[in-house]
């Protein structure tokens, strides 16, 4: 009975306020922000943007409007499906309305950087387009002139015929902290000057772009691209840009283009209208755990190699597939879409120091960087198996000898050519065809010497293969059957 009075007494005193103090002990209520002022102060500078194009330009040669190169996560995708429906296989199609006249294309948003009519928004919202219109958020209307578009960093600058304009202030994204409030204003599905907040998810989040994006919970849907994404300061931070989705609608998770790499790109587009960017011939992939333990880097880290322009300059630089490129004048690379992103900003014509790791340890290579050109692509030719195969070796390998001239042709020292695949190397995934030209940063000169290297292994740890197939070269992690 003690104890279930002590009990009802003790729940009486939470109802009755007797026991608050102690939670009143643990600290003021946070909170939430106030958007009204912060929206008051950047709603004017924000604008709507209506695309047109001609007929021929969105419709299909049985007349049944496409959708313009869009990804399926891209936000202006699920727009296009809906309201104009793809013909299915086989499904005949309605033969189009003639002409050559401008039909609207797309719906977008953007924002005022200049009081003198400059405006940034999305590639993909002006892409394409024959005409494009301006709204401001006092409704007047303008027509817009496209200044210069870049499709690799989905940045585009208009300009229109006005002065006096509202403006955003510019922001520097590396302040921005994960957990941050950040809000976004457009015109989802035409809805103008739509706010939505919240928060910042994650910094430089790598999705395959040339640009590392900043990653919020902020909704975004169809319309917003090229919008603003605005701190509690009151600066733009980004541009929004894309949307993950497995429906075509916001699943709360949003992207954006940082504001810093976004100005750099107008800046050369409304002195030239293009954007020039650096090259030096390389294909790159990612340095994993197990490769940078097996060729004695440490921790992963770097731009691995895969393959070399034989007329770029990092070939004539004594660049090899199967190096790691940790810096570049200068910069680390810590991953492998930083090396894009610093090549890409050096001026063509300069000549650098880039520092690799080649079989065990580091080298310094100078390079001159040239200008890349649009849509640059390395032809690929396939590999012709030789005859004259050794027996299978501890790995599950059997491979031959290439000859002389075949060497010279791929321009290597020496590889051996794989003609048949069991066991370990087939569980790691090499194929007949695959040449070896290195294991565990020892060049491989002959099948001989390959099979030699090959019996000395430790079979409790894992083998590196340095494998070139076609024309690109990796590492390929091989785990002894008996570890």
């Known amino acids: 009975m003690r104890t279930l009075f002590a009990s009802v007494f003790v729940a009486l005193a939470f109802l009755t306020g007797t026991a608050a103090a102690p939670a009143a002990a643990q600290g003021p209520a946070v909170q939430l922000p106030d958007f009204a002022d912060l929206v008051e102060r950047s709603a004017p500078a924000v604008v709507n943007i209506r695309t047109t194009a001609r007929l021929s330009a969105v419709h299909g040669r049985g007349g049944a409007p496409q959708i313009p190169g869009l990804d399926e996560n891209d936000p202006f995708y699920e727009f296009f499906r809906r309201f104009f429906p793809q013909p299915q296989p086989g499904q005949p199609q309605r033969p189009g309305p003639r002409g050559d006249r401008q039909v609207p294309r797309g719906l977008g948003s953007g924002f005022i950087i200049s009081a003198d009519g400059y405006v940034m928004t999305n590639h993909h919202v002006v892409d394409g387009s024959e005409q494009i219109t301006v709204t401001l958020a006092d409704k007047r209307e303008f027509s817009a002139k496209l200044i210069g578009s870049d499709q690799r960093t989905d940045v585009a600058l208009l300009k229109i015929d006005a002065t006096g304009l509202p403006t955003l202030k510019i922001g520097d994204p590396n302040r921005l902290r994960v957990g941050e409030w950040v809000i976004a204003i457009g015109s989802p599905f035409g809805l103008e000057s739509t706010v939505t907040a919240g928060i910042v998810s994650a910094k430089g989040r790598e999705t395959g772009e040339f640009l590392p994006f900043i990653q919020t919970d902020v909704a975004v849907n169809p319309g917003n691209s090229g919008g603003p994404l605005i701190n509690m300061r009151g600066e733009v931070v980004g541009i929004n840009s894309q949307i993950f989705t497995t429906s075509g609608a916001f699943a709360g998770i949003s992207f954006a283009i ?116 649009p849509e640059q692509q390395v032809a690929r030719r396939g590999e012709t198996p030789p005859r004259g195969a050794a027996p299978a070796n501890a790995l599950g390998l059997t491979v031959s000898d290439l000859p002389a001239e075949r060497l010279k042709e791929l321009g290597v020292r020496g590889a051996v050519q794989v003609d048949a695949v069991d066991g370990p190397a087939a569980s790691a995934g090499l194929r007949p065809g695959d040449l070896i030209l290195a294991i565990n940063n020892v060049d491989v000169v002959n099948a001989k010497q390959f099979n030699d290297q090959v019996a000395k292994l430790d079979r409790k740890k894992n083998v590196a293969l340095l494998v070139r197939r076609g024309d690109s070269t990796q590492f390929v992690i091989v785990r002894p059957a008996d570890r």
């Open 258 to 373: 940082p504001i810093d790499e976004a100005m750099r790109v107008q800046e050369q587009l409304r002195v030239s209208g293009r954007v020039i960017r650096g090259r030096i011939g390389v294909t790159i992939g990612a340095v994993s755990r197990e490769v940078a333990e097996a060729i004695g880097l440490g921790k992963p880290q770097g731009a691995l190699v895969t393959a070399v322009d034989p007329d770029g300059p990092a070939a004539k630089a004594g660049v090899e597939p199967g190096d790691v490129v940790l810096r570049f004048d200068g910069r680390p690379i810590e991953s492998q879409s930083d090396l894009p992103r610093i090549v890409g900003g050096t001026k063509p014509g300069s000549r650098v120091t880039m520092s690799v790791w080649r079989k065990g340890a580091p080298r310094e290579l100078q390079v001159t960087v040239v200008e890349m050109a």
